[in-house]
Structures are given as C-alpha cells and as structure tokens.
C-alpha cells in the first residue's frame, strides 16, 4: 500500500500503530479521535495526540527514511489550533525577546 493512497483515518491509525499506540502519561490507549496530523510530507510528519483519558498532549515527529521511522514526543498544554497557529509565525529575533523582557520586567503583573 502506498502512504500517499491511504485516507485520513488509516493515516491516523499508521501513525497510531508506527508512533504511540499510548499515552506518555497515563498509558493509556490513544483511538483514532485522539490523533491530529498538523503536518505531512512523503518524509515526516507532525502528530499531535490528545488523550481521551488524563487530557495530555503531547506532539511527536515522525521521520520515515529507507523504512525507519523515530519518535521524540514532546509534552504540551496546546491545542491542535494553537499549534497551528504558532507555526505560522515568523521567527522572532533576540532583540524582539530583549524588549519583551525589558517591558515586562518591573511589573508585577501582567494581563493578556
């Protein structure tokens, strides 16, 4: 079968089967529901899974060269939206995070 013929859901279930089957937290088992593609390429991907059971997210890459495929999951509080979202952005320069921290700084609290 040819990855690039396969639907959305038996992506899904690759990535279930190739990637985490559970979850990093609470070991539990992650269903097809659990499992956004945010981005996919003939070599990688990017998963984000959402536990039904504790609420965790985590976010893995998926590399798949010569029929070897790894995972780093990395834990996070963000949505599949947000992910989105924020990688969309531009790439922010030191001196953008250098007036960041020198605005903030004196304050004592900060709303957003």
């Given amino acids: 079968m040819n990855y690039d013929d396969i639907n959305i859901t038996e992506k899904k279930q690759f990535f279930l089967d190739s990637v985490a089957k559970f979850c990093d937290k609470c070991g539990g088992p992650y269903s097809v529901d659990d499992v956004k593609i945010l981005q996919d390429t003939k070599t990688s991907a990017i998963i984000h899974f959402s536990c039904h ?4 997210k985590h976010i ?3 590399v798949a ?3 070897i495929s790894s995972r780093v999951p990395i834990n996070t509080d963000l949505e599949v939206d ?3 979202k924020f990688s969309k952005k531009k790439v922010l320069s030191l001196q953008n995070i250098l007036d960041l921290y020198i605005g903030i700084k004196d304050k004592t609290k900060i709303t957003i």
């Fill in 53 to 56: 059971i504790c609420k965790s």
């Fill in 60 to 62: 893995a890459s998926f």
């Fill in 65 to 67: 060269k010569y029929g």
């Fill in 82 to 84: 947000e992910v989105q």
